[in-house]
Nanobody, 120 residues
Framework: QVQVVQSGGGSALPGGSLRLSCVVS????????MGWHRQAPGEKRELVASIEDDGITDYVDSVQGRFTISRDNAKNTVYLQMNYLKSEDTAVYYC??????????????WGQGTQVTVSS
């Protein structure tokens, strides 16, 4: 089994910062793409940022230059540093990891979700 546990998030003022963390554990051979998605009320879930195991990153246009995704492969952990937060960043944020198990099959695993609220 694979577990994905998120931490961080909470509330911030516009222009403020928050950091999310996500640890993947369990029966893992290798972790490939790790990413952060978000879902605002009444909206579809969208990909915010992703990072490959070689460090290549990708961001949705709305967070480019404000959010930074990073990972520590030794700790099976991915982070999302969110700066210059805006009210439109308010959403539930989900971590997602593409994991290769000991039988070499691939599966996607999701974290439990973390609320991020940006409000004055």
């Amino acid at each position: 089994q694979v577990q994905v546990v998120q931490s961080g998030g909470g509330s911030a003022l516009p222009g403020g910062s928050l950091r999310l963390s996500c640890v993947v554990s369990g029966n893992i051979f290798r972790i490939y793409t790790m990413g952060w998605h978000r879902q605002a009320p009444g909206e579809k879930r969208e990909l915010v940022a992703s990072i490959e195991d070689d460090g290549i990153t990708d961001y949705v246009d709305s967070v480019q230059g404000r959010f930074t995704i990073s990972r520590d492969n030794a700790k099976n952990t991915v982070y999302l540093q969110m700066n210059y937060l805006k009210s439109e960043d308010t959403a539930v944020y989900y971590c997602k990891a593409r994991v290769q198990g000991p039988t070499y099959s691939f599966d996607d695993y999701w974290g439990q979700g973390t609320q991020v609220t940006v409000s004055s």
